[in-house]
């Protein structure tokens, strides 16, 4: 069964620019989870979506983030224009459900440093 | 509220034991463990529900009090492969994951 994937990997912009990330789920897996995790620290989700809907974006800057799911498949989260403290690596993730007892599956990440 | 995980960090040699303990202030639906190497991304262990299921790999244990809102993390006879940082997630019951700062494990030959 193939992961979740990601791209890019790594990304090197400056402020005020902008940049979007891709993520392809495991399939079948209706949710989608983006998060952002700062060095050190655990990730917080940034937006999830069951199917092409959004279930939670409660913690999403919206001012400067969007993301959406086309077909309730693959994902897309952009950040435009970037600041500092957006330098972080953001992890797609997805499982079956959305309830509690569904595990969540990782992608590898991208990793983001605004200059 | 954002549960809080003890110790912060732990190093341990290899073959000894650890518990890594993940508490909440709210009344829990469930609790996931994952553990995340560095530079590499959560892998999850177990989920541990309310009213006793569980769901996880067969060599990490866990438990779950739902009275005290806490759960604890089982290492036993540690290896080298161990090693990481282990986040737990509480689901509190609006359903919502919240993920601790996570606690380091080392495990040295």
């Known amino acids: 069964e193939a992961g979740v994937a990601q791209s890019p990997r790594y990304k090197i912009i400056e402020k005020r620019q902008s940049v979007a990330f891709w993520c392809n789920p495991i399939s079948g897996h209706a949710t989608l989870y983006w998060y952002q995790q700062i060095l050190g620290q655990g990730p917080k989700l940034l937006i999830q979506f069951q199917n092409n809907g959004v279930v939670d974006d409660s913690q999403l800057p919206k001012d400067r983030f969007s993301a959406e799911r086309l077909k309730g498949v693959d994902s897309t989260l952009k950040i435009q224009p970037a600041k500092l403290e957006d330098s972080a690596v953001y992890l797609c993730a997805s499982s079956l459900g959305t309830s509690g007892s569904h595990e969540q599956y990782f992608g590898p990440g991208t990793r983001l440093t605004v200059t | 509220q954002q549960p809080v995980q003890s110790p912060q960090a732990v190093i341990l040699r290899e073959g000894e034991d650890a518990v890594i303990n993940c508490s909440s202030s709210k009344a829990l639906y469930s609790v996931h463990w994952y553990r995340q190497k560095h530079g590499e991304a959560p892998v999850f262990l177990m989920i541990?529900?309310?009213g006793g299921e569980q769901k996880g790999h067969d060599k990490i244990s866990a438990s779950f009090n739902e009275k005290k809102q806490q759960s604890s993390l089982y290492l036993t006879a540690s290896q080298l492969s161990y090693s990481g940082t282990y986040f737990c997630?509480?689901?509190?019951?609006?359903?919502?994951?919240?993920w601790g700062l996570g606690t380091s494990l080392a495990v040295n030959p």
């Open positions: 997630g509480t689901e509190a019951l609006n359903r919502k994951l919240i």
């Open positions: 541990l529900l309310k």
